[in-house]
């Protein structure tokens, strides 16, 4: 059964990098496109971007525009999704999923990453 | 920019009874462009319904319906599992995905 596993928490400094990893395990990213969401503690859902493994095409969210990358490795099946310049509010549970038709189908179990100084 | 307003933002009720969440778009979307999750404390986001159609596994008391810029999840005799949080979702050719902002489905 297709699962997607998430890289663990983070707790970095403001002004540093993180990476979250995401990786299909009982089967492959195949032609599907990785999508990534943010949820802040206590509040809804964002849309961050989305990447299509099997090309390496990328879209942003124009809010993450410049600040976020998203890679991915076809041979390991691993997406990654990198935010930069980290700031207190990027606080949140980032979320990995799996894009079908118009939907998000299967879903990661989510990445806590705390920014704190 | 497609908004997608939900209402109630929360909504009380007791097991047995039926719910019906609506999710407003700002502008015309179509029938088949816009799905529901539900969202448990401490767990992913899960596909509910997507178009028409109940995603796997998913019971039959759950459904969408609406058109246009108007639509809703029922969900006839609510079960104690069912109480959680829904969200809208809206995606076509851009590759933007657009969330409502939740109706959390609390037990009154």
């Known amino acids: 059964q297709a699962q997607l596993v998430q890289s663990g928490a983070e707790v970095k400094k403001p002004g540093s990098s993180v990476k979250v990893s995401c990786k299909a395990s009982?089967?492959?990213?195949?032609?599907?496109?990785v999508t990534w969401v943010r949820q802040v503690p206590g509040e809804g859902l964002e849309w961050m971007g989305g990447?299509?493994?099997?090309?390496?095409?990328?879209d942003y969210a124009q809010t993450f525009q410049g600040r976020v990358t998203m890679t991915a490795d076809q041979a390991t099946s691993t997406a990654y999704m990198e935010v930069s310049s980290l700031r207190s509010d990027d606080t949140a549970v980032y979320f990995c999923?799996?894009?079908?038709?118009?939907?998000?189908?299967?879903w990661g179990q989510g990445t806590l990453v705390t920014v704190s100084s | 920019e497609i908004v997608l307003t939900q209402s109630p933002g929360t909504l009380s009720l007791s097991p047995g009874e039926s719910a019906t969440l609506s999710c407003r778009a700002s502008q015309n979307i179509g029938s088949t462009s816009l799905a529901w999750y539900q969202q448990k404390p401490g767990q992913a986001p899960r596909l509910l319904i997507y178009g028409a159609n109940r995603a796997t596994g998913i019971p039959d008391r759950f459904s969408g319906g609406g058109s246009g810029a108007d639509f809703t999840l029922t969900i006839s005799s609510l079960e104690p599992e069912d109480f959680a949080v829904y969200y809208c979702?809206?995606?076509?050719?851009?590759?933007?995905?657009?969330f409502g902002q939740g109706t959390k489905l609390e037990i009154k």
């Open positions: 979702q809206h995606h076509d050719r851009s590759p933007t995905f657009t």
């Open positions: 990447i299509i493994p099997i090309s390496g095409t990328a």
């Open positions: 009982g089967g492959t990213f195949g032609s599907f496109s």
């Open positions: 999923a799996r894009k079908f038709q118009n939907w998000l189908d299967l």
